[in-house]
């Protein structure tokens, strides 16, 4: 906000001296205040997990999606990004928090680091248990090592989203090789006794 307020300044400085640099500083200030738009609905997004509660789980991850993905003025989700959601898993709210808060890792680590042309998130589920899958055909890497083939960051993202499953009972597997994509696929209880210790 400081950084757009210096740049319409500016812009007001040379509208009637220098129109030319003034239209780059007008450029320049539309596309800060994009690019801060887009942060901002990512931070909210982020913060309120509350979404969860009038709307369910497969709206909050269309919200996600929605979040991150769409072109500013579009409203329409890119070509290559699909959702697959079944009928609204009944599942105990600590799953449904899980879920939603892997699927965010998931497909956040897919919008920055991925480059894929093609990313899509399923959920399935019945009376046991619920798949979450993250799939894209992006650059891949190699989980097993440190900071993968490229020393890529966001191993963490990995460990928090394989600890969360973890604390409602569940499963959570990244497969993925360079040049060849990743799925991450978390697979929970319908219903968890959340495991705190």
Known sequence: MYGISLGAGTA???LHGDPANA????AWIQETASAG???????????????????????????IVDALHFAPGTGAVPPGWGLQLDAEPAVSPQVEETLYRI???????????AGASQVTLRLAGDDTRVVLEVVDDGVGFRPGLPGGAAGRPGRLGLRSMRERAELVGGTLDVMSAPG????????????????VG
């Open 180 to 195: 060849v994509g990743t799925v991450v696929r978390a697979i929970l209880p319908s219903s968890a006794a959340v495991l």
């Open 37 to 63: 738009l887009s942060d901002l609905r990512g931070i909210i997004v982020r913060l309120r997990p509350e979404t969860l509660v009038g709307a369910g789980l497969a709206a909050a991850l269309r919200r």
């Open 103 to 113: 699927a965010l890792e998931a497909l956040g680590n897919a919008a920055r680091h």
């Open 12 to 14: 007001a400085e040379l």
């Open 23 to 26: 239209q780059a500083s007008l």
